[in-house]
């Protein structure tokens, strides 16, 4: 005589079936595209605000400009004085809201170079060169003079050159430069004595030389 299968040993393999049915009906989704989609979107829109205050300092004719994003959960370091910050051209401080703005969105590496990447494009025009943070120096490429017979002719090609190179060493690269580093302030106690305390934050550096 054969017995009818346990209630459980029924339901497991009903919801078994159900649950494989589902899965196969299921578009796949890659994680990984999902991260870098969402930081890109994100980073967008941070730059977007970013600009209006990059293009005030332009028009004020301001070759360098500073900037320190502060995530939404290190608000303190915005108690007390900037420890470090040269008073006479204050940076624009930005205070960071929200669940997304947090130190463990900024602090990622990629995050970072994504808003690199974007505030690039974003001051370069398409004749205009750009470079990433370390700016270094255009390498002037050495020219050889073809050999003429007179005296003169050797000294206005040689002349020609220089000023030719000259242009070039005066149009130096914009440099867009962005670190993820440590943030000092320092505000003094109801006891009237002097505490330091540490944040982390963005620092951004655009340079028109």
């Not at 914009?174 to 109801?190: A, G, M, Q, Y």
Request: charged content about 25%; overall charge negative.
């Amino acid at each position: 005589m054969s017995f009818p299968p346990a209630y459980d040993t029924v339901v497991s393999n009903s919801w078994r079936e159900v649950k494989t049915d589902k899965t196969e009906n299921q578009p796949r989704w890659n994680i990984r595209e999902v991260v870098a989609a969402s930081q890109t979107q994100h980073v967008a829109s941070i730059v977007e605000q970013l600009l209006p205050e990059i293009k005030c300092r332009a028009q004020q004719g301001y070759s360098r400009t500073e900037l320190i994003l502060i995530p939404s959960d290190q608000d303190n370091a915005r108690q007390g004085q900037l420890v470090g910050i040269e008073q006479d051209s204050p940076p624009l401080i930005v205070q960071f809201e929200g669940g997304h703005n947090t130190t463990a969105f900024w602090s990622q590496a990629v995050v970072v170079a994504e808003l690199q990447r974007q505030l690039i494009a974003a001051v370069s025009t398409e004749d205009e060169v750009v470079e990433p943070a370390q700016s270094a120096e255009p390498e002037v490429q050495q020219l050889k003079l073809n050999r003429a017979s007179s005296w003169l002719s050797r000294r206005t090609q040689k002349q020609t050159v220089t000023q030719s190179v000259v242009r070039q060493a005066k149009r130096l690269p914009i440099s867009v430069s962005i670190v993820w580093d440590d943030l000092h302030s320092r505000s003094e106690s109801e006891y009237g004595l002097f505490e330091t305390k540490r944040a982390k934050a963005v620092f951004i550096i655009i340079d028109v030389p």
